[in-house]
């Protein structure tokens, strides 16, 4: 390969390092780097500083997102607030039987009317 050609993959190399190559340009280099041509001691630097940074980006590239995931999420703790919220309406209630009828009230509201019921004067 002759000088003129060395010339061009620095200077695709440093254009790289200043963010102005294409993704096709980048790709090239990257091919170049793994040639015969490319073992040269005027590119270690190169090729290690990109295996470097190939290997940073592998480490630190967010996972993929999932659209739907929020909207998964927000499902489920819509339900579970759902859920909550008839759990907690079902404790307060009650059922007795009175007069032969099974009634099912607020706990209040039927010990108010035991209570009413137990010291009536109707009540013997």
């Known amino acids: 390969m002759t000088q003129h050609n060395l010339s ?3 200077e695709m190399a ?3 390092f200043l963010a102005e190559t294409t993704d096709e ?3 090239r ?3 170049f780097l793994c040639t015969q041509e490319a073992q ?3 590119f270690d630097e190169i090729r290690a500083t990109l295996s470097y940074l190939h290997v940073c980006r592998a480490q630190h ?3 993929i997102k999932h659209p739907f995931r929020a909207l998964a999420v927000a499902a489920c703790l819509g339900a579970v607030a759902l859920l909550g919220w008839y759990q907690y309406q079902q404790q307060n ?3 007795v039987r009175i007069a032969g009828q099974d009634v099912e009230a607020d706990a209040s509201l039927l010990m108010e009317h035991q209570l009413a019921e137990m010291f009536s004067s109707t009540n013997p």
């Open 8 to 10: 061009y993959w620095e």
């Open 14 to 16: 440093e254009r790289y």
């Open 25 to 27: 340009e980048e790709q």
């Open 29 to 31: 280099l990257r091919k």
């Open 40 to 42: 040269n001691a005027r």
């Open 61 to 63: 590239t967010p996972p």
């Open 93 to 95: 209630i009650s059922s």
